[in-house]
């Protein structure tokens, strides 16, 4: 397993690149200039030793030296050791609707970013407990595994839309059969499934699909946002001003309605409970005030635990390319500048 401690420092070597541009530059400029001032006559009596060629090759070896040492200011770092890790908690799927009914505003700011704040504060209070999401409309993907990287989690869900699945509807039985399988059943942890919905099924055999969770044993918890009276779906602009509401083939405004029945049945059948979702309320933090009730089970987890660092190897390869470049004489039948500084020493001392 490789990893850089500081990789932070990685984004300096997009300077090198434009040393290296800006060294061809200057070499083009000093080639045009002395062709311009003067003749390869009056060059090689001037400069009877100069080379053309080594001047190119010391500059590139300052530049790779360069680069080694931002790469050993990054300090490499190979893992040497995997263990098993074990941690305890539960495994906690949020499997949350992102159909288009999921802008409606009757609960404020919209039900999507609602569902997006619960999520953010239920992440922020997670300690050893896995969390992953999967998202639906008229078809249903992962979003992001079962993992303890809250801060991944947070990232996905930040860019989190409508427009996340292309398909429209509401296929709340995929998605529940969809986290299902996400699930790693050799593991003896606690497995909740909380779906966030408006409930309008729109797609598949619902029951179904939670009838085969609960009978691996997974708990169903859900979240209704909406009101069952309904509300319009606003339409907004590419400037982010809403334009008007949807509408069906006849031009009627869309009502969208909170379907209670159906995730009151979902939850009873999960051996869950049923919120309705408000403005001012964390329903989220009351299902995992729940689950953290329940009886938390230890699992596994691979991981490095020793590291060690290698930036030694980045920083004698640099030392190396400075030796060359102070070594390496600009002259014609020379190699090695030293050498010569040497032997003057020797012959003054004499």
């Known amino acids: 397993m490789l990893r850089f401690?500081?990789?932070?420092?990685?984004?300096?070597?997009?300077?090198?690149?434009?040393?290296?541009?800006?060294?061809?530059?200057?070499?083009?400029?000093?080639?045009?200039?002395?062709?311009t001032f003067s003749t390869p006559e009056m060059m090689r009596r001037l400069a009877p030793e100069a080379s053309r060629f080594k001047r190119p090759v010391k500059i590139a070896l300052l530049l790779a030296a360069m680069a080694l040492i931002i790469l050993a200011l990054a300090n490499l770092q190979i893992g040497t050791r995997l263990e098993e890790v074990k941690q305890e908690g539960v495994d906690i799927f949020i499997v949350m609707d992102v159909?288009?009914?999921?802008?409606?505003?009757?609960?404020?700011?919209?039900?999507?970013?609602?569902?997006?704040?619960?999520?953010?504060?239920?992440?922020?209070?997670?300690?050893?407990?896995?969390?992953?999401?999967?998202?639906?409309?008229?078809?249903?993907?992962?979003q992001f595994p079962l993992t303890t990287d809250y801060s991944a989690a947070n990232l996905f869900l930040d860019v989190l839309d409508v427009d996340a699945v292309g398909l429209?509807?509401?296929?709340?039985?995929?998605?529940?059969?969809?986290?299902?399988?996400?699930?790693?059943?050799?593991?003896?942890?606690?497995?909740?499934?909380?779906?966030?919905?408006?409930?309008?099924?729109?797609?598949?055999?619902?029951?179904?699909?939670?009838?085969?969770?609960?009978?691996?044993?997974?708990?169903?918890?859900?979240?209704?946002?909406?009101?069952?009276?309904?509300?319009?779906?606003?339409?907004?602009?590419?400037?982010?001003?809403?334009?008007?509401?949807?509408?069906?083939?006849?031009?009627?405004?869309?009502?969208?309605?909170?379907?209670?029945?159906?995730?009151?049945?979902?939850?009873?059948?999960?051996?869950?409970?049923?919120?309705?979702?408000t403005t001012s309320q964390d329903e989220l933090d009351g299902i995992y005030k729940d689950v953290s009730a329940l009886q938390k089970k230890e699992f596994g987890v691979k991981q490095f635990t020793d590291y060690e660092s290698r930036y030694q190897w980045f920083i004698a390869a640099a030392l190396l390319l400075l030796l060359m470049e102070f070594l390496l004489s600009e002259k014609v039948n020379q190699r090695f500048s030293l050498g010569r500084f040497l032997r003057k020493e020797e012959v003054a001392g004499e």
Do not use: C
């Open 5 to 35: 401690l500081h990789e932070e420092y990685l984004w300096v070597l997009a300077i090198v690149p434009l040393l290296v541009a800006l060294a061809f530059v200057v070499h083009g400029a000093r080639h045009r200039a002395i062709k």
């Open 99 to 142: 159909s288009l009914s999921m802008k409606a505003e009757d609960i404020k700011p919209s039900r999507l970013e609602k569902a997006k704040l619960e999520i953010r504060n239920l992440i922020d209070r997670l300690g050893g407990d896995r969390i992953g999401l999967v998202v639906f409309a008229g078809e249903a993907y992962t």
């Open 168 to 277: 429209p509807g509401t296929a709340i039985g995929l998605a529940i059969s969809r986290a299902v399988e996400s699930f790693d059943f050799t593991e003896p942890t606690t497995k909740v499934i909380v779906i966030i919905t408006d409930g309008e099924n729109t797609e598949g055999e619902v029951m179904e699909a939670a009838q085969e969770a609960a009978g691996k044993g997974i708990l169903i918890y859900a979240i209704g946002m909406g009101s069952p009276n309904g509300a319009p779906i606003p339409v907004y602009g590419s400037s982010g001003q809403q334009t008007d509401f949807k509408r069906d083939r006849v031009g009627s405004v869309v009502v969208s309605r909170l379907d209670e029945v159906t995730l009151e049945k979902l939850a009873a059948i999960g051996n869950g409970k049923y919120f309705r979702a």
